[in-house]
Nanobody
Framework: QVPLVESGGGVVQAGGSLKLSCIAS????????MAWFRQAPGKEREGVAA????????YYADSVKGRFTISRDNAKITAYLQMNSLKPEDTAMYYC???????????????????WGQGTQVTVSS
């Protein structure tokens, strides 16, 4: 069973918006925080935002700060990524991740997350 399932990707023009959703499977009550990563062709996967499931505090990479907003619904064990003012360089496969590890929100290394979704494609045209 895939632990996380993303949805909401698509094609949008530059300056537009998209909202991604990530639903966790039933056995996810041990998660401490969730995050969104992205990977563009030929580039390494990078973390863009993370949120604490306990208190809702969030953290953003500089590249998306002020344009993206991460949120969560603990009752549904769902995380969202609202993406505004999209740019062509935001084009990537976006992955949801969750972790049972300790650590801080600022730690957006892939190795800090032990549960992953299969990704949803976001394409921003110029």
């Amino acid at each position: 069973q895939v632990p996380l399932v993303e949805s909401g990707g698509g094609v949008v023009q530059a300056g537009g918006s998209l909202k991604l959703s990530c639903i966790a499977s039933a056995d996810s009550t041990r998660y401490n925080r969730m995050a969104w990563f992205r990977q563009a062709p030929g580039k390494e996967r990078e973390g863009v935002a993370a949120i604490s499931l306990r208190d809702g505090i969030s953290y953003y990479a500089d590249s998306v700060k002020g344009r993206f907003t991460i949120s969560r619904d603990n009752a549904k064990i769902t995380a969202y990524l609202q993406m505004n003012s999209l740019k062509p360089e935001d084009t990537a496969m976006y992955y949801c991740a969750a972790t049972t590890y300790g650590g801080g929100l600022y730690d957006l290394r892939q190795s800090s997350y032990n549960n992953w979704g299969q990704g949803t494609q976001v394409t921003v045209s110029s």
